[in-house]
């Protein structure tokens, strides 16, 4: 097997190794994808790291919280991506002060369908809710287990959260468990650039859906073949050094996370066809190892020192 290259029509470069066994179709899954994320970047502008997040966060089955004032389009990206993803059922939901772990169950929803059935969760205001109902989460998040009272599965690939609340170390300490599932944190601005604010004030109406789609099973063919991407001792090493780095910066990473992004590496590898993880890949960690907000810079300047190390 070759493990520098670019794999071939998504089939491997060797027809029997069982990588990316699924051949032609994975590459038309993958070409889908592409016209998707084009929908939506043209859409949805200056989110282009944003949509890229969201995406890679359900082919690697970790959570994400988004960041930022109300009106940045952070509910609306994922609502728009949803659309595209036919037959994932959609649980969307707002948190108040008064919310129960009761009111996020299907049997207490309009449209029936809950934390306890969806495929995707999309939860505003998160922290908004009580600490008792948000703890009860921490079992949903982790091990896609729901207890009533006896445990059950869940089908639940991915949590997104949106805050408008910048975590810092003064944060309620007790909430770090939680926020820990986090796999993607990740701060949205206003538009910046003169002409994407002049177009943004051109769009007329809604997110102009194209009728582009994939389905459940596509999605978890490529959850599954990108489990298969390789990852040698120099990636290992570059990982070691950044946490080592970090440490320096009393940056805490913790054991879960680091082997949660694993998946995420390797999944960034496959979205750029690739059937092994290279250095780059590794840039994509920049939104999933900071805790507070006063650490991402020490973050990217860490992946920074240490890439340009290789």
């Not at 509910?75 to 002060?97: E, N, R, S, Y």
Request: glycine letters at 6%.
């Amino acid at each position: 097997m070759i493990l520098n290259e670019k794999f071939n029509g998504y089939g491997g470069a060797d027809g029997n190794n069982g990588l990316y066994n699924t051949g032609g179709k994975i590459e038309l899954i993958m070409r889908k994808l592409d016209e998707i994320k084009k929908c939506l970047n043209s859409q949805f502008l200056e989110r282009k790291e944003t949509i890229n997040i969201i995406i890679l966060a359900i082919l690697s089955k970790k959570h994400s919280i988004l960041i930022g004032e109300p009106g940045l389009a952070k509910t609306a990206i994922l609502k728009a991506l949803v659309k595209h993803l036919g037959g994932l059922k959609l649980f969307d939901f707002q948190m108040t002060p008064g919310t129960g772990i009761n009111d996020l169950m299907s049997k207490n929803t309009k449209n029936k369908i809950g934390i306890d059935n969806c495929d995707i969760a999309l939860i505003d205001e998160f922290f908004k809710g009580p600490h008792s109902t948000l703890n009860s989460l921490l079992a949903i998040m982790n091990e896609r287990v729901i207890y009533t009272p006896e445990p059950h599965k869940i089908p639940l690939l991915s949590l997104f959260a949106t805050s408008n609340e910048r975590p810092d170390k003064s944060s309620n300490s007790n909430l770090l468990p939680l926020y820990d599932r986090f796999l993607f944190r990740k701060e949205i601005l206003p538009i910046n650039e003169k002409d994407n604010f002049k177009k943004l004030l051109a769009i007329k109406g809604d997110y102009n859906f194209q009728n582009i789609g994939l389905t459940l099973e596509d999605i978890n063919l490529l959850i599954q073949d990108s489990d298969n991407v390789h990852i040698s001792d120099d990636i290992f090493n570059v990982l070691y050094a950044i946490r080592e780095g970090l440490r320096n910066k009393q940056v805490v990473v913790s054991d879960r996370r680091w082997r949660g992004i694993i998946k995420i590496i390797k999944v960034n590898a496959f979205l750029n066809e690739r059937n092994c993880v290279k250095p780059e890949d590794i840039k994509a960690l920049e939104s999933s190892l900071w805790t507070y907000y006063s650490d991402i810079r020490a973050v990217r300047n860490v992946i920074k020192k240490e890439l340009c190390n290789f």
